[in-house]
């Protein structure tokens, strides 16, 4: 399915702090590292996914993590002309960094615009200093505004993350939040309801019920405001939790959504490709020091590749395509061997979670609100 556009993945697992609610892999190494010869470590592993995926035109680069902005724009620099030389970039490539919202990361945003980067994802997750606190975020509201400003002036292509359904956090509260956060946005917006993931802080404080967080119908109604002020300023949803101006949608997540291949480098990185015909799903050791360790001496950090069957590229298929809106080609998931039960079918249509627009697919705005019932339903 690689003929849905193909990216580079590039996780940095680094992180000044590790936040309580993260289930990512990030690190923190208060001793520092070497980046010399973790730099070393990405070329080679592009190396090596250049001898697995072939030629390929790159129509993205994402540089992930942790917090890729604490590289050094040296790094990014390396990494991308490895690229280069590996692949042929598209004229119009997507080269995104995600960020965080302090002085020193926003520093450093000439010498990333230098190296190529020419989008930028800023994690300021909150507009309220106390649940900043809360969040584990190391920036104040004030700061996130300053770096935000800064992207602009270096980027032309600019987003922001914002984490809604908060402990204590009220609808009437998330709406004012909301409004001054479409007073700031610049084409594009990732709007997370909290979710409490497993082996996390937030989880320890949840079961023992120090952490409380909006009931269900708070919780929709809080999605629901969204949907609705994102609407209303040129902003609508094009995925379950992302929201752009026309043609300022995140490319690279949509390879990703769309079923496409990308490469992954990086501790804990995944790819998915295409390998003498047949889809395969990578993953890479998880331990950066482990990672790094093996690469110096074989060439990759690879861990597990599995080939999937068509059952498991359909059933892929469906779970990401099915969170945009656009939804998937029925076509596509019958050509894949995915079958679904019309009397399924019907009776999510008849309940409005579901619209059925020729050979497409797709989820209402009711549907994104269950969306693992219905794909549960349909996939049955």
């Known amino acids: 399915m690689d003929d849905q556009g193909f990216g580079i993945y590039v996780h940095w697992p680094f992180c000044e702090a590790k936040c309580p609610y993260c289930d990512f892999n990030s690190h923190v190494r208060h001793a520092g590292i070497d980046e010399v010869q973790f730099r070393d ?41 490895r690229i280069a030389q590996n692949w042929q970039l598209s004229d119009n490539v997507e080269i995104t960094l995600e960020a965080n919202p302090t002085s020193v990361e926003a520093g450093r945003f000439d010498g990333f615009r230098a190296a190529g980067i020419n989008r930028v994802s800023v994690g300021l997750q909150a507009l309220n200093d106390v649940d900043l606190k809360k969040l584990g975020r190391t920036h104040d509201v004030s700061a996130g505004k300053a770096a935000l400003a800064v992207a602009k002036k270096h980027f032309d292509r600019v987003s922001f993350d914002l984490i809604y359904a908060r ?13 001054d956060a479409l007073i700031l946005a610049a084409g594009h917006l990732s709007l997370y309801q909290l979710t409490i993931e497993e082996g996390t802080p937030f989880a320890a404080l949840h079961a023992a019920g120090k952490l409380v967080c909006p009931q269900d119908d708070a919780a929709r109604a809080m999605y629901e405001i969204t949907q609705e002020a994102c609407d209303k300023a040129g902003l ?5 939790s992302n929201h752009a101006a026309p043609g300022h949608e995140c490319r690279h997540n949509l390879i990703y959504w769309r079923a496409g291949g990308y490469a992954g480098v990086g501790p804990g990185a ?3 490709l295409n390998i003498n015909g047949a889809r395969h799903a990578i993953s890479a050791i998880y331990s950066p020091e482990d990672w790094v360790e093996k690469v110096l001496q074989t060439g990759h950090g690879i861990e597990r590749d599995n080939q999937l069957g068509a059952q498991d590229e ?17 076509d596509r998931y019958a050509g894949l061997g995915g079958k679904i039960d019309e009397t399924v079918l019907a ?27 219905v794909i549960a339903a349909l996939a049955d």
Request: glycine letters at 10%; charged letters at 25%; zero cysteines.
């Open 41 to 81: 470590a990405y070329l080679r592993e592009l190396d090596h996914m250049r001898t697995l995926s072939g030629p390929r035109e790159v129509e993205s680069v994402f540089f992930g993590g942790g917090t890729p902005s604490r590289m050094l724009p040296e790094t990014a620099a390396a990494i991308l002309e």
């Open 167 to 179: 402990s204590g956090q009220t609808t009437s509260e998330w709406q004012r939040e909301l409004e």
């Open 236 to 240: 609508p949803s094009y995925e379950v």
């Open 270 to 272: 995944h790819s998915r």
């Open 314 to 330: 359909a059933a892929e298929y469906m779970l990401m395509g099915l969170r945009m809106n656009e939804g998937i080609d029925l």
């Open 347 to 373: 009776g999510l249509e008849a309940n409005r979670f579901v619209r059925v627009d020729g050979k497409r697919l797709a989820t209402t705005p009711e549907g994104r609100l269950l969306l693992n019932s």
